[in-house]
């Protein structure tokens, strides 16, 4: 829709100017009145109308001066002028200020129909091609902000529609509902561009991905953003939309800031489980506060365990604070990957399942989780095929499931030089003794010829990938004397850790 407003020190004169045409018709909505001279600049600073009507004669600042004022910086919009006076001296100026059209009071209503019809049809014609081509500049610039990254947008900021412009932004992210396609969401972004021109508001550029929509309008109401949010919420589907508004001028923020809005706007979205709308988020994005030690706490009550309860508990504590923190998406995605990945081998490493078994982990699958609550059920997902997959095994049975729950005991605790095999039986619920004998009948050999092997495996690997000293790896692996671990590592791999470590780094 178009907008029109009016400027007369006679209230009466606006009253008839709403009335004498059909603005509805034409696709006008008024925006608002003045009385006097500026007045009438002031509403057009703040609501930039496509048409004006006002008279020449008015207190203070007239109708001639608000009208050259507003030339010297915008040549588009259509300005008719009324005067109680005909006089062929003050229309001949009239016309070279700018005005398009020079009407006498009281205004006939022929007249007025007839000159607001011929300039809604040039604006029409000439209005198309400005907006296509403005709209082009506009799509290009928003899409170049939503992608820029930590880098910089690919056109010059200064020369851009949006430095140079009065827009505002709205920018609109889409959950799909349990039964809705995502194809479906460029339909609803049609709509909302209808529901905002039902509102007086005209897009001047969009640009849209997969469930994401940016748009670029000019005079955004404060509160808009809860509007939308309200209409959004009643369409069918059942989808989650998340709603953030820039009502100002886009221009003053630069590019690097709107850049980094957007981002902010992206972030909260992925956290997003019910429609809801707000401004444009300012601040920084967070940081995961999850150490290793917790991480490998949860993989380890996982394995001993073998249920998924553990990790609901930590996914549920975990996207709590990566939303109140702004974690980005891709380092929440990253964290979850690597949890699983690690369960998988940890897993492989007690023997619940040989290297070729287990199923396939995907990381992909993670990083194309479109919201928190889809990356949780992800997680949970790989996790359930690796731990219930075990249960599927034709050598499954509850003498396997304790010699499973023994060996990630062990791996957790093997780092203590005094771990013993009492507090494993323990925790298995089996007498020393018992234990001792139902392990090496269940695995064929010796429970603590598992733990040296577990160890010494452990310090090869440190040996191999880094240059830590002798007595640092001697203590990361459980062993509190390294003469005595130098003995064990010799027995097993037929020569010294110094010459295993040697041998590594000349095969480089």
Request: negative net charge; charged residues 25%; proline residues 4%.
């Amino acid at each position: 829709m178009y907008k029109v407003c009016f400027a007369d020190d006679e209230p009466i004169v606006c009253q008839v100017m709403a009335n004498i045409v059909d603005w509805d018709r034409l696709s006008y909505r008024i925006t608002g009145t003045a009385s006097d001279g500026q007045e009438a600049l002031e509403l057009y600073e703040r609501t930039k109308p496509d048409l004006m009507i006002m008279d020449i004669k008015m207190p203070g600042m007239d109708g001639l001066e608000c009208m050259r004022r507003i030339r010297e910086k915008d040549k588009r919009v259509h300005i008719i002028l009324l005067t109680a006076v005909d006089s062929f001296e003050s229309a001949q100026r009239a016309l070279n200020l700018g005005a398009n059209g020079y009407l006498l009071k009281p205004v006939n209503r022929a007249e007025i129909n007839r000159l607001v019809e011929k300039l809604t049809v040039e604006r029409a014609a000439r209005g198309d091609g400005e907006r296509d081509s403005l709209s082009r500049r506009l799509s290009r610039e928003l899409r170049s902000l939503c992608t820029a990254g930590e880098g910089a947008v690919d056109f010059d900021w200064d020369s851009s529609a949006l430095a140079q412009g009065n827009d505002g932004l709205l920018d609109l992210f889409c959950h799909p509902g349990p039964q809705q396609a995502k194809e479906e969401f460029s339909t609803e972004s049609e709509r909302l561009v209808k529901f905002l021109d039902g509102l007086g508001i005209r897009t001047d550029g969009m640009w849209q991905e997969p469930g994401h929509v940016l748009l670029a309008a000019s005079s955004l109401p404060e509160r808009l953003h809860t509007a939308i949010a309200s209409y959004l919420s009643r369409l069918p589907g059942g989808a989650v939309w998340l709603v953030y508004q820039l009502s100002g001028p886009a221009g003053p923020f630069g590019a690097e800031r709107l850049a980094h809005m957007l981002r902010l706007n992206r972030t909260d979205s992925f956290y997003g489980t019910e429609t809801s709308s707000r401004m444009f988020l300012t601040g920084e994005e967070g940081k995961p506060e999850l150490s290793q030690t917790e991480a490998d706490a949860v993989v380890f009550r996982l394995l001993r365990e073998a249920e998924t309860d553990p990790l609901d508990r930590f996914l549920d504590g975990l996207l709590r604070e990566a939303a109140a923190r702004l974690v980005s998406p891709h380092r929440l995605q990253s964290l979850c990957c690597d949890l699983v990945l690690k369960l998988q081998s940890q897993m492989g490493q007690i023997g619940f399942f040989g290297e070729e078994a287990g199923g396939e982990i995907n990381p992909e699958s993670f990083f194309a989780c479109k919201t928190a609550q889809e990356l949780r059920r992800c997680t949970l997902s790989a996790a359930k095929r690796l731990l219930y997959g075990v249960r599927q095994q034709e050598d499954y049975s509850r003498n396997r499931a304790i010699i499973l729950k023994a060996n990630a005991f062990t791996l957790e605790h093997y780092t203590d030089p005094s771990f013993s095999l009492e507090e494993t039986a323990k925790f298995v619920g089996l007498s020393k003794n018992y234990f001792t004998r139902f392990y090496s009948r269940e695995t064929g050999i010796g429970f603590w010829a598992y733990v040296t092997r577990l160890r010494i495996d452990k310090a090869k690997l440190l040996l191999e990938t880094s240059s830590l000293p002798m007595a640092e790896i001697c203590a990361r692996v459980g062993y509190d004397d390294v003469s005595y671990f130098s003995h064990r590592f010799k027995s097993l791999e037929g020569m010294s850790p110094r010459k295993f470590r040697e041998t590594c780094h000349s095969g480089r």
